[in-house]
Each structure stands twice: as C-alpha cells, then as structure tokens.
C-alpha cells in the first residue's frame, strides 16, 4: 500500500536480533535474569517499530539477525507495514555496512538505528533525514554511553568508517568520528540520547522522563 512518506526516497532500517532467551539483552539478563531481559527486548522493539511505522516519515525496514524466521519478526511483519530483511556479514560493523550499501542502491538517504534507545521518536528522526535532505553526508546521534544510537548515510558508503571499531565499548562513538574525518566525510550530530544496556539505564530514563 502506497503513503505519502516525508521522505520518499529514504530508508528507516532498524537492526533486530531474534528474541532469544539467553542472546539478547545479555548485560540487563544478569541482573534481571534472561526472561525478563527477553521480555523487555521485545518490547522495546515493538514499541521503536510502530514509532518508525506510525511517522509516516519514510518506508520502514526490519534487518533481522540471524535470519528472518523468528515468529516474532513475523508478528511484526504482520501488524506493521515493515519490510524484513537479512543481516550479512561477520561482525555488527560488516552487517552494517552492508546493510546501508545495499539499502542505498535503490534509496537516495537511508538511516539506521537499533531497538534499545526509547528516546528515538518521529521528530528524532525527522532530523536525521532532513540533515541528510540538506546536504550531510552523514548524520549521527550519540549515546550518553559513549556508542551511537542512530547513523545515517547518503551517498556512497566508506565501508572503513565500520571496520575495526571496538563494538559494545565506550570508544565506539569517538573511534567512529575520527573514522569520517580521516575519510573527509562532512557529517552533523544529534542529541545524545540514552540507550538500554544496563539496569541503571533503565533508571536513568525513569528520571528523564520524570
């Protein structure tokens, strides 16, 4: 079914792992245990899905890992207008990358996020890709962890801004930032927002919203 998009020739992908007890979630499962870790992670992307789907901003895609069969993608695929799609490639910065590449084959803008950052909302996104739309080449939202909660691309892609960057540590937003500048990629910055990695995190985002 056609929409009027925003954005018409951008892309929202949103990177999912298959809600497997014990696979996701795994620093929140040791202090809350793995079903309720699961639980949560099924909300959460629940929730950023119909946020992505509900803007009305741009086609929405669900890049799976580690393949598109679980019966909850197929829910989501059900309940909302998302296309699913397969992660490929040997680590998260591979997946990544490819997943942009060939998202931007055919789209002129694509943005990328995860599912465990709340405070993405519409105009969240809206920002990103009317950052893109005026001419960045590449647009960033921070987290408060030190990581990065959304990236988005246009143009062609510098598969050397995802390789060898210290994936789930404090370093991954400044490693990457001084990736695009080597390469001489102009890019903008968002508002850092929280993501959910931790019990404390979930705290902290009780206290912002308070």
Not at 138 to 142: A, H, Q, S, T, Y
């Given at each position: 079914m056609s929409r009027d998009w925003r954005f018409p020739s951008a892309r929202i992908l949103i990177f999912a792992k298959a809600p497997v007890l014990g696979q996701v979630k795994t620093r929140l499962a040791e202090e809350m245990g793995a079903e309720e870790a699961t639980s949560l992670y099924r909300q959460l992307l629940e929730t950023m899905v119909a946020k992505a789907c509900n803007s009305a901003l741009a086609p929405v895609e669900l890049w799976?890992?580690?393949?598109?069969?679980?019966?909850?993608?197929?829910?989501?695929?059900?309940?909302?207008a998302v296309s699913l799609h397969v992660q490929a490639g040997v680590d998260l910065g591979e997946r990544m990358s490819w997943a942009l590449q060939s998202t931007l084959l055919s789209a002129e803008l694509a943005i990328l996020i995860g599912?465990?950052?709340?405070?993405?909302?519409?105009p969240y996104l809206e920002r990103a890709l009317h950052a893109l739309h005026k001419g960045d080449e590449?647009?960033?939202?921070?987290a408060l962890d030190g990581g990065y909660v959304l990236i988005g691309w246009r143009g062609k892609i510098r598969p050397r801004i995802f390789s060898g960057i210290p994936w789930s540590t404090p370093d991954v937003?400044?490693?990457?930032l001084e990736r695009l500048e080597e390469e001489g990629v102009a890019f903008s910055l968002l508002t850092p927002l929280?993501?959910?990695?931790?019990?404390?995190?979930?705290?902290?985002?009780?206290?912002?919203?308070?």
């Open positions: 799976c890992f580690p393949d598109v069969h679980h019966e909850f993608f197929r829910y989501l695929q059900g309940r909302y599912s465990d950052c709340p405070g993405i909302d519409a590449v647009v960033v939202g921070p937003l400044s490693r990457s929280q993501d959910i990695d931790r019990v404390e995190d979930l705290s902290a985002l009780v206290h912002q919203e308070a």
